[in-house]
């Protein structure tokens, strides 16, 4: 597989996926569903209903190359079902994804704005 920074888009899939679909099945919802183009150089990122199994679907110039990891015991962190279908993550959140963090926990300082210093 390629090195993850190699990507320049990362789009994950919100609505779960049923994972008896394979390469053909999943660029279709790439196709239909996101409406993006699954021949792009794009990584597209798929999960279970149970969250224990993650996809990742991507076009390597000569064919499809579709990657796949099974949970043993814990499951991985999703999105909660927005309006939105697709998000786009950069290669750092899928890593942490893929790790188990939950990006949609995390919250940073928030911005502060002033007009002088006291």
């Known amino acids: 597989m390629k090195s993850l920074h190699h990507f320049p888009q990362v789009y994950l899939h919100r609505d779960y996926v049923d ?26 990122v798929f999960c279970c209903r149970r969250r224990k199994k993650i996809k990742l ?3 390597d110039k000569t064919g499809f190359a579709l990657w ?12 909660k079902n927005d309006s939105r279908s697709v ?9 942490w994804l893929l790790d188990g963090i939950d ?16």
């Not at 796949?68 to 999105?79: G, N």
């Not at 300082?109 to 007009?115: D, G, L, T, V």
């Open 19 to 44: 994972f008896r679909k394979s390469i053909n099945g999943l660029g279709a919802i790439v196709q239909e569903s996101m409406q993006l183009d699954p021949f792009s150089s794009s990584l597209f």
């Open 57 to 59: 679907l991507y076009w």
């Open 68 to 79: 796949y990891k099974k949970l043993e015991q814990d499951r991985f962190p999703w999105p």
């Open 87 to 95: 998000l786009i993550l950069d290669s750092k959140q899928l890593r």
């Open 103 to 118: 990006l949609w926990a995390i919250r940073p300082h928030q911005e502060k704005s002033y007009k002088k210093m006291c």
